[in-house]
């Protein structure tokens, strides 16, 4: 069956950076799309972005431009999402999705010095 | 970005209650629209997609209708497992969008 097995919660301080990750199971990596979806009580789901995992191209929402890269390792069928510049407001829970029906479990990114 | 508005944010209910949840897109999305049911530290469980497609496993109780800007979500008969938080996402244009969620609590 489909899994999407995220990494474990982060905590960061500000100014650095994290890299999360999102190992696909159960289908073929490379036939769908990635993406990735920002939780928080006060903004509530935001769209990041999605990554092409064939070809590793990405598209971005404005709103997180120079804020979040997203890469993916095919051999391994994992996708990545590294997040820059941390600041308190990036603090909220992460998920990759593939398509609308299959969301990981979600990683909270906690940013505090 | 298309926007997407939910009402209303928090339903008070009773189990066996007919719920009933709205949406609203700020353009035409056709039927690009899913519901989905969050519990607190559960990742979204997706409910209804294409706007009235009952997702594989989920409980015929819930039913999703409209088309264009205007969307429903109706429970039929309230389960205290119902209890949640419930968010229309269109997914019309290629940058997805989220309604900011509607919670239902018991009286």
């Known amino acids: 069956q489909v899994q999407l097995q995220q990494s474990g919660a982060e905590l960061a301080k500000p100014g650095s950076s994290v890299k999360i990750s999102c190992k696909a199971s159960?289908?073929?990596?490379?036939?769908?799309?990635m993406s990735w979806i920002k939780q928080t009580t006060g903004q509530g789901l935001e769209y990041i972005g999605f990554?092409?995992?064939?070809?590793?191209?990405?598209n971005y929402n404005e709103k997180f431009k120079g804020k979040a890269t997203l890469t993916v390792d095919k051999s391994s069928s994992t996708a990545f999402m590294q997040l820059s510049s941390l600041t308190p407001d990036d603090s909220a829970v992460y998920y990759c999705?593939?398509?609308?029906?299959?969301w990981g479990q979600g990683v909270m990114v906690t940013v505090s010095s | 970005d298309i926007q997407m508005t939910q009402s209303p944010s928090l339903l008070s209910v009773s189990v066996g209650d007919r719920v009933t949840l709205n949406c609203k897109a700020s353009?035409?999305?056709?039927?690009?629209l899913a519901w989905y049911q969050e519990k607190l530290g559960e990742a979204p469980k997706l409910l209804i997609y294409?706007?009235?497609t009952l997702q594989t496993g989920i409980p015929s109780r819930f039913s999703g209708t409209g088309s264009g800007a205007d969307f429903t979500l109706t429970i039929s008969s309230l389960q205290p497992e119902d209890v949640a938080t419930y968010f229309c996402?269109?997914?019309?244009?290629?940058?997805?969008?989220f309604g900011g969620g509607t919670k239902l609590e018991l009286k």
């Open positions: 990554i092409n995992t064939e070809s590793g191209g990405a």
């Open positions: 353009q035409n999305i056709y039927k690009n």
């Open positions: 159960g289908y073929t990596f490379t036939s769908y799309y």
């Open positions: 996402q269109q997914y019309y244009s290629g940058s997805w969008t």
């Open positions: 294409n706007a009235n």
């Open positions: 999705a593939r398509g609308i029906n299959y």
